[in-house]
């Protein structure tokens, strides 16, 4: 009876102690694989952006950018999506479209082109995200 007590008070001193030492093993290794793991995926995200493509609007967090182009009749503008999301180039305001032109720019990186020969104002927006608006100026050649 005594010795089946102490045999298992044995036990139970190694299960506390191997409880211990693997705690104490894990415990320093993880913070500094999470650290790493961190770092590492956002170094590539930031230099992504750098494509070298000449847009003359960039859609960037939710904005055209510049909001108002001028360009003269015959010119093309080309915008690019630098957000990791769909945005649209879709002509005339959210509630009436004129259908002029809609192109989905699906990723960062995308381009859409289009070449404006009639002078005028054209408004332009996003219909993911109608609060995203813009606006080409097409002056007459002089
Ligand atoms: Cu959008």
């Not at 915008?79 to 990791?84: A, P, T």
């Not at 305001?93 to 381009?111: H, S």
């Not at 009639?118 to 609060?131: K, L, M, N």
Request: some cysteine; charged content about 15%; proline content about 6%.
């Amino acid at each position: 009876m005594k010795r089946s007590t102490i045999t298992s008070l044995g036990l139970l001193l190694m299960l506390l102690l191997a409880a211990c030492t693997s705690t104490g093993s894990i415990a320093p290794e993880s913070p500094a694989s999470t650290t790493s793991t961190i770092s590492d995926s956002s170094f590539p995200s930031s230099s992504e952006s750098g494509s070298g493509q000449a847009a003359d609007v960039t859609i960037e967090v939710f904005q055209f950018t510049p909001g108002e182009l001028t360009i003269q009749a015959g010119e093309s503008v080309t915008w690019l999506n630098s957000d990791r999301i769909d945005h649209t180039v879709t002509s005339g305001v959210p509630d009436t479209p004129t259908g002029r032109f809609d192109m989905t720019l699906p990723e960062a990186g995308a381009t859409a082109v289009v070449s404006f020969d009639e002078p005028g104002t054209y408004a332009y927006f996003c219909s993911i995200h109608p609060h995203m608006r813009g606006t080409i100026t097409v002056e007459n050649l002089s």
